[in-house]
């Protein structure tokens, strides 16, 4: 099984990709632990950066369902996604 894991602009510029698959991923949990385990070195950098981000698989923010154990199909789409504001 794989997924897509899609990285917000900041992660992706500091880590050289902002697109990339993943295998074996059963929850998002798993998804965010392999995509960590991708950048060897830069694993504390990817930390960093994904403290402030947000989660969604195919659009929907996991905080909407299981959070980290929601449940991963083939194909989907976990993206980091970096909260904003305005008005």
Do not use: C, I
């Amino acid at each position: 099984m794989s997924v897509t894991v899609e990285l917000t602009y900041e992660l992706g510029k500091a880590l050289g990709t902002s697109r990339f698959e993943v295998a074996g991923a059963a929850t998002v949990a798993d998804a965010v632990r392999l995509a960590r385990e991708r950048f060897g070195e830069q694993a504390l950098e990817f930390d960093r950066l994904t403290r402030l981000a947000a989660v969604s698989v195919n659009g929907v923010l996991v905080t909407h369902g299981r959070g980290l154990r929601t449940r991963l199909s083939d194909g989907d789409r976990v993206s980091f996604v970096r909260a904003s504001a305005g008005g």
